[in-house]
C-alpha cells in the first residue's frame, strides 16, 4: 500500500521545488497446513490424523518526506538536489509452527514460536547533481548522493559519487 502527497512551487522561470510526504506499507504473510491420517496397521480400524501447521509473516512501514530543488541557470545545465529522510519500520519475521498427533483418545501437540522485535531506522539522504549539456551530442550527469542509516544505535554513512556520459549517435 503506498500513498503520498506532493506539494509543488515555482519561485522563478530557472527555480523550482517540489515537496513530497508518503507511506509505503508491506505486509507478508504465508500459511501452510497439511493433514494425514494414517493406519496402524491394516487390520485395525483406529488411525491416526496428523497435522502440520505453518505460518509466517512480515512488514515494513514507512514514512518518508522529501524535499528537491531544481535550478536551470542556463540551457545547458540542469541542477537539482535536496534531501529526503525516510523512518523505517521494519518486523522481520512472526512464525509458528505446530505439529499435532490426534488418535482416537489422545491428542497430543508440539508447538514452537518466533516474534522477532520490531527495529526502526532513520534513514537521511543529502544529494547535488547536474545534468551538463557538453555540446549537441554530449551529456553529462555529475553529482554526489551522501545517505546516512541510523539503526539499533548505529551509524552507517557513505559517499556516493555519480557520473555518467550520454553519446547521442548521429
Known amino acids: 500500500t503506498m500513498g503520498s502527497l506532493r506539494w509543488n512551487h515555482i519561485f522563478s522561470h530557472k527555480v523550482f521545488s517540489n515537496m513530497t510526504l508518503a507511506r509505503n506499507k508491506f505486509y507478508f504473510d504465508c ?33 518518508m518526506a522529501m524535499y528537491d530543488i531544481d535550478y536551470n541557470p542556463n540551457h545547458s545545465n540542469h541542477v537539482k538536489f535536496g534531501l529526503q529522510y525516510t523512518l523505517h519500520r521494519f518486523m522481520p519475521d512472526k512464525s509458528s509452527v505446530i505439529h499435532e498427533v490426534e ?17 526502526i531506522g532513520n534513514e ?30 548505529k551509524l552507517y554513512k557513505a559517499v556516493e559519487p555519480r557520473l555518467s556520459l550520454t553519446v547521442k549517435a548521429g
Open 124 to 153: 537521511t539522504d543529502i544529494y547535488i547533481e547536474d545534468d551538463i549539456a557538453l555540446g549537441d551530442h554530449i551529456n553529462a550527469n555529475v553529482g554526489f548522493r551522501f545517505p546516512f542509516f541510523v539503526i539499533e544505535s
Open 31 to 63: 500459511d501452510y497446513a497439511n493433514t494425514n491420517s494414517v493406519k496402524k496397521d491394516a487390520t485395525d480400524a483406529s488411525h491416526e490424523r496428523i497435522t502440520d501447521k505453518m505460518n509466517s509473516n512480515s512488514q515494513i512501514d514507512d514514512w
Open 103 to 119: 488418535t482416537a483418545d489422545t491428542l497430543f501437540f508440539i508447538g514452537r514460536s518466533h516474534d522477532s522485535d520490531k527495529r
